[in-house]
């Protein structure tokens, strides 16, 4: 049973405009959560991090939300540009351990000029 | 820099061989992992291993086997292929294994086939 679900599989934004990429989680116990970057013939690339201390974090044109009471994270990226067109999976952790990550399946995001 | 390096690129195997995946980095990393990523089911997580010397099971470890002799090196072994096990393997590395945590870095991936 997927713990890390992405629901949309795809995501279409016009360059300039903000695209939020959203990732729902099933265990309350996941206290640290990532975001992935993927590029086609590549591995993933980290991106941008949250712990459930914290409700948001910023790293320039990324901002990482999180709602513990949801079970809910969303990346935000403003603005956005035909170099940020890749697929992005969210991950999550229980405890601070670096062992178990939970990957969602991922958002295709294309940025169109 | 090569960062962690993955061969072969890609593989078409026959059921019921044996394989084995490399992985090798050089960023002398303690911790090392093994994913599989599939259509629909993102990336699971098969075997890690905390330091030199130790490794440990994932989420989807059945059918797979690692060594952990070396700092540097974490080959992933299937001892007898089968067709599920056709994805897209990936071998990353992280600063420690345990708290706190550190972003882990990913290799180029492995596109295994078995027939």
């Known amino acids: 049973d997927q713990q890390v679900k992405q629901n949309s599989p795809s995501l279409s934004v016009q360059e300039g405009r903000i695209s939020i990429l959203n990732c729902d989680y099933t265990n309350s116990m996941f206290d640290y959560f990532l975001w992935y970057k993927k590029y086609p013939a590549e591995g993933p690339t980290f991106l941008i991090s949250?712990?459930?201390?914290?409700d948001k974090n910023e790293d320039g044109r990324f901002t990482v939300f999180l709602n513990k009471s949801a079970k809910h994270l969303s990346l935000h990226i403003v603005p956005s540009q035909p170099g940020d067109s890749a697929v992005y999976f969210c991950?999550?952790?229980?405890?601070?351990?670096?062992?178990?990550?939970?990957f969602g399946t991922g958002t295709s995001l294309t940025v169109i000029p | 820099i090569a960062g962690i390096t993955q061969a072969p690129t890609s593989q078409i195997l026959a059921a019921g061989r044996r394989m084995t995946l490399r992985c090798t980095q050089d960023m002398r990393h303690n911790a090392m992992y093994w994913y599989r990523q599939d259509l629909g089911l993102g990336l699971r997580l098969i075997h890690y291993?905390?330091?030199?010397?130790?490794?440990g099971k994932g989420e989807v470890p059945d059918g797979y086997s690692v060594s952990r002799a070396n700092t540097d090196d974490f080959p992933l072994t299937l001892a007898s292929a089968v067709p599920s096990q056709t994805s897209v393997y990936f071998c990353?590395?992280?600063?420690?294994?345990?708290?706190?945590?550190?972003?882990?870095?990913f290799g180029p991936g492995t596109r295994l086939t078995v027939t």
């Open positions: 291993s905390n330091t030199a010397g130790t490794t």
């Open positions: 991950a999550a952790s229980e405890g601070y351990t670096g062992n178990q990550f939970y």
């Open positions: 949250i712990s459930s201390i914290k």
């Open positions: 990353a590395s992280s600063e420690e294994g345990t708290a706190p945590i550190y972003e882990q870095y």
